[in-house]
């Protein structure tokens, strides 16, 4: 793992179908896109409702507000493709040596711009929900319009995990907070960081069962790290990078029930 982690991601381009979800509110991900061709829309996540924020096109940028925040916030908006549509995705370590070479100043006046920008987002998404309920009550909706088939769901879940380059005798304990078809809540006890790394972007293996009782196994890769929220533990928000077939089906159900 440590043999990788100077190399930087190649930049990729993504084909997305019309509908396709493209970033989910609420996961962890520090990914950047830029559209190619199409467009995607972007909207808050409000019980069943979708707010929309803004419609983008060809040549402009999406996720750049977790970039600068080192991904240490879950994704603050959803997006979704309105037509067919291909990104360019660039990892932020091909952007962060020229990010730190800009003059602190600009730096600071650029963070002030998104922190105003994430806030402002919200409040057009406080206000339009509370439009379309004046607005809206009681009107029926076209079938499938607008409405999600998966959602994030909270857990208490016990599970076993270890780093995808140590031995499979390796078992550490922890517990899923949350979970989603883009990734998982971890929290951990901080020991666990004392005998194996526990930094952004180190990767692990995850075993658990579901409150169905079906198992789930997969690989993650850490996106964030907190400590403040109980003491004597970390909470990891974690990418999901790799799961098989049926076992991404099973989630599904699951996220769907």
């Known amino acids: 793992m440590a043999a990788n982690q ?3 991601p190649p930049i990729i381009r993504l084909n997305y179908k019309k509908g396709d979800l493209i970033i989910k509110q609420g996961d962890y991900g520090v990914s950047i896109y830029k559209i190619v061709k199409g467009k995607v829309g972007i909207f808050n996540e409000g019980g069943d409702r979708e707010i929309p924020l803004a419609t983008l096109g060809r040549g402009e940028i999406i996720g750049e507000m977790t970039f600068l925040n080192r991904g240490t916030e879950p994704r603050s908006a959803s997006v979704r493709a309105l037509e067919d549509s291909e990104l360019e995705v660039w990892h932020p370590s091909t952007l962060i040596k020229e990010y730190e070479q800009m003059p602190p100043i600009i730096k600071y006046i650029v963070n002030q711009v998104i922190k105003r920008l994430v806030w402002m987002n919200q409040l057009v998404g406080k206000f339009s929900a509370k439009k379309e309920q004046v607005i809206d009550k009681g009107e029926k909706k076209e079938p499938g319009a ?9 857990l208490d879940q016990e599970c076993v995990y270890r780093p995808v380059d140590s031995s499979p005798k390796v078992r550490l304990g922890g517990r899923i907070k949350d979970i989603s078809l883009q990734g998982v809540g971890l929290e951990v006890g901080s020991k666990n960081a004392i005998s194996f790394s526990h ?8 075993s658990m069962v579901l409150p169905s009782g079906k198992k789930l196994d997969f690989k993650t890769k850490i996106a964030s790290v907190r400590s403040d929220r109980a003491p004597g533990m970390l909470f990891l928000g974690m990418q999901l990078t790799d799961i098989s077939g049926e076992h991404n089906k099973t989630l599904g159900f699951f996220l769907r029930s």
């Open 146 to 154: 607008s409405r999600r088939i998966y959602y994030r769901k909270n």
């Open 6 to 8: 100077g190399k930087i």
């Open 199 to 206: 930094k952004i972007g180190d990767r692990f293996y995850i």
